[in-house]
């Protein structure tokens, strides 16, 4: 295992890579003006065949740091599926595919995405037709289409598990193995992951060769600067009537609220709406159909609001979020960031709110002790804290209206 020391060159671009002109206009055409640090440190790496081990989160550009090598190492002409990429949802296998397809335009690249709640049959009917040369696919649909003997792996040159940390997470460790004895011993393996703990160093050593190396992005450092940090403490009860106050002092910006739990988010989706406001919401009990429709119309701009939760959101990978809210706190500083990140992106300020009921004192002092962020308290509460950094209460002692300008 060898560990790759960092790039320094800031003005190293993609042309600086040894990748075809057609890749080069597709990017330039998908706005990507400079590679990202996982893409400045992998893309070389994968383009001299070498396997590797990549710590990079959802937001730092990793899905193109395989995507552009995948598409100069295939032949669009071989009508063999030369590349695999596993992935744990059917919102990132779509993403994926997509980001793939657009990398490859140019070069004519044919990519199916293949995932579960959607009919096989159909899946079956594109595998037949011979075009595609990459497949991205959740580990048990895969295997499905394997056993039913209409998936034909023993051309893959390149094998990549995105986001594996989570797929071990999701159980999947038996699938990755059986699909992993279906593709070639001689093959390119790559392996991205958000952490890597013990885990993921054992399945690297037990599927990558000997020489593998290993990269390392610090987990949110792109983004998190770049966000302003605000939260506001009320007594139990009154969340909902501050997140309103807060919604229409922000009213048109495109919003993530996310909640502990699925029935949660129903809920307060269905009070927003109640309350005039544009909002839907995306969790796992929904169907496949349902939440592509939802996450369709939040991109596109019919829905101002997205209600969410960690599951449904961790690989969605949705441009222009201008404010991220909390409507309770995660139970791990983890989450917390990986919530945040959600905004802030691509050069951008971004704007995280938390509301925190007097409740979730100490929760918030250990996610503020351990971020080191400057999150900008507004107490709301007749409980006094032992340090507010903002007080805003009106003489007589009853909250200002417009607290929150």
Do not use: C, W
């Not at 055409?29 to 990202?36: A, D, I, L, Q, S």
């Not at 695999?84 to 044919?110: M, N, Y």
């Not at 007594?235 to 807060?246: A, P, V, Y």
């Not at 503020?368 to 900008?376: D, G, L, M, Q, S």
């Amino acid at each position: 295992m060898l560990e790759v020391t960092p790039i320094t060159e800031e003005k190293l671009g993609f042309h600086s890579f040894q990748i075809s002109r057609k890749t080069l206009n597709s990017i330039k055409r998908m706005g990507f003006e400079k590679p990202t640090e996982i893409q400045k440190k992998a893309i070389p790496i994968v383009l001299e065949g070498k396997d590797l081990v990549a710590q990079a989160q959802t937001g730092t550009g990793k899905t193109a740091a395989f995507g552009i090598p995948i598409v100069e190492k295939v032949n669009p002409k071989g009508r063999k599926i030369q590349a695999l990429v596993l992935v744990p949802t059917r919102e990132l296998a779509i993403q994926v595919t997509k980001e793939i397809k657009d990398i490859g335009r140019e070069k004519r690249i044919f990519a199916l995405a293949v995932y579960g709640g959607k009919s096989i049959k159909h899946q079956i009917d594109f595998l037949k037709k011979g075009k595609d040369v990459v497949i991205v696919g959740t580990p048990g649909r895969i295997k499905d289409l394997i056993e039913r003997k209409v998936l034909d792996l023993s051309n893959v040159k390149t094998f990549v598990l995105d986001e594996a940390d989570r797929m071990l997470d999701m159980g999947f460790i038996e699938d990755i193995e059986f699909i992993f004895s279906q593709t070639p011993v001689e093959k390119q393996t790559l392996l991205f992951s958000a952490t890597i703990p013990k885990a993921i160093l054992r399945l690297a050593e037990k599927f990558l060769k000997d020489n593998y190396e290993v990269i390392r992005i610090k987990p949110e450092e792109v983004t998190v600067d770049r966000i302003r940090q605000k939260a506001y403490r009320v007594d139990s009860g009154k969340e909902f009537d501050i997140l309103t106050e807060i919604l229409e002092e922000n009213e048109g910006r495109k919003s993530i609220i996310f909640t502990e739990t699925k029935k949660g988010a129903d809920d307060l989706s269905k009070k927003l709406r109640n309350k005039g406001f544009n909002a839907d919401a995306i969790h796992g009990d929904y169907s496949q159909a349902k939440r592509e429709k939802v996450l369709r119309d939040f991109r596109r701009n019919r829905i101002d609001i997205l209600v969410a939760t960690d599951v449904a959101a961790r690989g969605l990978d949705i441009k222009g979020v201008d404010v991220v809210y909390n409507y309770s706190l995660p139970r791990d500083v983890e989450s917390y960031v990986h919530r945040i990140g959600r905004t802030g992106r691509a050069g951008k300020e971004g704007l995280a709110i938390s509301i925190i009921s007097t409740l979730e004192d100490r929760l918030f002092s250990i996610i503020k002790r351990r971020t080191k962020a400057n999150i900008e308290l507004i107490n709301l509460s007749d409980k006094p804290v032992e340090t507010l950094e903002r007080r805003s209460f009106s003489k007589d002692g009853q909250r200002k209206r417009r607290f929150l300008r």
